[in-house]
C-alpha cells in the first residue's frame, strides 16, 4: 500500500504557462489539432514545424531560437511526402526528427517517447493521427483512453515539450468537444484544442475551440498551393460552429500593401527592430520586398546603419503650435517636427 503524501498549495510556486505558438499551443502540455480529411491539418502542422526548426514567428508570436521537432505519422510516406513538403515550406529538416518504428510500433504510453524528445532536445512532438499510437486501445474506451492521456500528459509536462495530437472529426452534429473521434477525454486531456476546416476551396482557418491557459486566439486563416506554397492570411470571421458547418465565412478583406503595414507596425511597436529581421516575417507572411518597401515609405519609416547592420524605426513626431508676431492664438499655425534618430557615431 503506497504511504499518504500530503501537498499543500502553500508551497507550490506559482509559474506562468508557457508557449511555443501563443495563445495556440502551450509548452508542457497536450494540445489537440483536428478535422476531417483533406482539409489541411497535416499541412498547418508541417507549416508550424518547419517555423519552429526556424525560428521564425508564427501569426501573432516572435521568432524563437531555432529548435527540434519530431514529426510521427502512420499516414503519410516520410520520403514521397513528409520530406517534400517541409523543403517547401523552408524547414531545416536536421532539426526534424522521427523515431524509428521497424521493430516496434509507437504508442501514447511507449517510453521512447520521453527518451527522444530528451535527447533531440525537442520542443515539439506530433503524433499524426491519434488513432495511429492508442496501441490496440479502444479510443471510445474512457477506462483505455484516460490512462494513456495522463501518461502523455506527465511526458510533456516533465520535459517542457509541446505535444500536439492530430485526430479526425466524426460525422456527428451537436457541440464542438463531441466531434473529436474518440472519447471525450482525448479533449478532455488536451489544454488546446484546434480544430482545421474549409472557409472555400483553396483557403482553410484554424478555429481555436479550447484554450485552459490563455484566453483563445483569433481564428486564423492559411491556404497551400503546390506552386505558391503555404500563405498565412490573418485573422478571419468566422465561429467554430460555423466552421463545422461547413465553413460559411471568409478571412477579413486586407490586401497585401495593408497586411505589409499591419507588419511593421506591429514589429515597430517596441521600437527599432533590425531590418532583416522584419524582411524574414514579411517572407514568412507572403509579402514581397516590393509591397513591403511601399509600405515602409508609406509608414514614413527611418532607416538607420549601426555597426554595418540596418534598422528599421518609427520617427517620433511632435506638433505644436506657433504665433506669428501681432497674431492671437486662434491665427497661430500647427508645426509638426520630426526627430530622427542620431546617425551612426564614427569609430
Known amino acids: 500500500m503506497a ?36 482539409d489541411g491539418k497535416t499541412t498547418l502542422l508541417l507549416a508550424i514545424a518547419a517555423a519552429v526548426t526556424r525560428g521564425t514567428h508564427l501569426p501573432g508570436g516572435k521568432s524563437a531560437a531555432p529548435a527540434s521537432v519530431i514529426y510521427q505519422t502512420a499516414e503519410d510516406g516520410l520520403a514521397d511526402t513528409i520530406k517534400p513538403r517541409l523543403e517547401q515550406l523552408g524547414a531545416d529538416c536536421s ?25 533531440m532536445d525537442a520542443k515539439l512532438f506530433i503524433l499524426d493521427p491519434l488513432q495511429a499510437y492508442l496501441g490496440g486501445a479502444d479510443m471510445h474506451s474512457a477506462n483505455r483512453i484516460r490512462p494513456l492521456m495522463k501518461v502523455l500528459g506527465a511526458v510533456a509536462e516533465r520535459t517542457g515539450c509541446a505535444i500536439v495530437i492530430i485526430g479526425h472529426l466524426n460525422k456527428k452534429g451537436g457541440k464542438a468537444q463531441y466531434r473529436g473521434l474518440g472519447s471525450i477525454d482525448i479533449y478532455a486531456a488536451a489544454r488546446s484544442v484546434l480544430t482545421v476546416g474549409r472557409l472555400d476551396e483553396r483557403t482553410r482557418a484554424m478555429v481555436h475551440g479550447k484554450s485552459n491557459l490563455a484566453p483563445p486566439g483569433p481564428p486564423q486563416a492559411f491556404s497551400f498551393d503546390p506552386s505558391a506554397g503555404f500563405t498565412w492570411h490573418g485573422d478571419c470571421d468566422i465561429t467554430l460552429e460555423e466552421l463545422l458547418a461547413g465553413g460559411k465565412a471568409s478571412p477579413k478583406p486586407e490586401n497585401q500593401l495593408e497586411k505589409a503595414k499591419r507588419l511593421i507596425e506591429s514589429a515597430l511597436a517596441d521600437g527599432i527592430v533590425p531590418a532583416t529581421e522584419i524582411q524574414e516575417m514579411a517572407r514568412d507572411q507572403g509579402i514581397s520586398t516590393k509591397t513591403l518597401n511601399r509600405a515602409k515609405e508609406a509608414l514614413g519609416i527611418i532607416s538607420t546603419k549601426r555597426q554595418n547592420k540596418w534598422f528599421w524605426q518609427i520617427p517620433i513626431t511632435v506638433e505644436y503650435e506657433e504665433c506669428q508676431d501681432g497674431q492671437d492664438s486662434q491665427a497661430s499655425a500647427t508645426t509638426t517636427l520630426t526627430i530622427l534618430p542620431a546617425p551612426e557615431a564614427s569609430a
Do not use: C
Open 95 to 119: 532539426r526534424v526528427h522521427v523515431v524509428n518504428e521497424e521493430e516496434k510500433a509507437l504508442s501514447l504510453s511507449d517510453e521512447r517517447i520521453e527518451q527522444a524528445i530528451i535527447k
Open 3 to 38: 504511504k499518504l503524501k500530503i501537498i499543500t498549495m502553500q508551497d507550490i510556486q506559482a509559474e506562468p504557462a508557457e508557449f511555443l505558438w501563443v495563445p495556440y499551443i502551450p509548452l508542457g502540455k497536450i494540445s489537440v489539432v483536428q478535422g476531417d480529411p483533406g
